[in-house]
């Protein structure tokens, strides 16, 4: 019975891994840093095997160090443009450019140093918070850890802990909350300072006083940073 079960499951895996990626990046693309100028021309995308578009004929400019707010209802279309931003997708007519360059003619190494993506759904993994944040900087120092987690308003309850960010994660991080979760991943995504930041609902576990202090402390700490803050509802 278990070699049954395991025959099934190595067959999946398989799978997973024969997997070939729907968009490609060119292996002789130079890594060349990018700033944060974002250009979307004319850009209309839609998802394999969808009846309509979920974004058509979208043009706009963002300038480096701009902060960009896309409010709207579930299922408009927010998350889908700014997955276009990391090359999650690729558009189906039209060009994103960052930098001036089109992403398809830049190389994956440059594009993850350039854009950072904070989802929703916070997912951290076992370890400790320091492992966890070092996944934005592999070689971060305790003190980019620690600006990070302020800039996130995580700092407040990483220092209760004696072992502030040695910290134990555990197994799906079933010793923090929804809203410590979503600030520890905030402060995963700026630690690396990247050019461009995406803060996809990212906010939505924690109130509006913590919500507010954080788009401050960005506004302050990340001045350089092209920030996109996608959200169904405005705080003012």
Do not use: C, W
């Not at 979208?58 to 209802?73: H, L, N, P, R, Y």
């Not at 276009?84 to 994956?108: K, N, Q």
């Not at 995504?189 to 006083?209: M, R």
């Amino acid at each position: 019975s278990i070699f049954a079960r395991g025959g099934v499951s190595l067959k999946r895996i398989k799978e997973v891994l024969e997997t070939q990626p729907d968009v490609v990046f060119k292996d002789d693309a130079p890594a060349e840093e990018l700033d944060g100028d974002v250009e979307f021309d004319n850009v209309t995308f839609a998802y394999p095997d969808a009846d309509k578009p979920i974004l058509k004929n979208i043009s706009f400019k963002v300038k480096s160090g701009e902060m960009v707010g896309i409010v709207g209802a579930t299922g408009s279309g927010k998350s889908s443009l700014a997955q276009l931003l990391p090359r999650l997708y690729d558009p189906t007519e039209g060009t994103v450019r960052i930098g001036g360059h089109d992403l398809r003619d830049v190389s994956e190494k440059s594009l993850r140093d350039t854009v950072s993506y904070v989802l929703q759904r916070a997912i951290l993994f076992s370890g400790t918070i320091a492992s966890n944040l070092r996944q934005g900087k592999a070689d971060a120092t305790n003190y980019e850890l620690e600006r990070a987690s302020q800039i996130a308003q995580a700092q407040e309850f990483i220092s209760r802990y004696k072992d502030t960010f040695d910290h134990e994660v555990e197994e799906r991080s079933s010793n923090f909350s929804g809203g410590q979760k979503q600030r520890l991943s905030i402060a995963r995504g700026v630690v690396g300072k990247p050019k461009i930041l995406i803060l996809d609902d990212s906010t939505s576990a924690l109130d509006a006083k913590s919500e507010k202090l954080v788009q401050e402390a960005l506004e302050k700490e990340l001045k350089n940073t092209t920030t996109f803050i996608i959200a169904e509802k405005i705080v003012s």
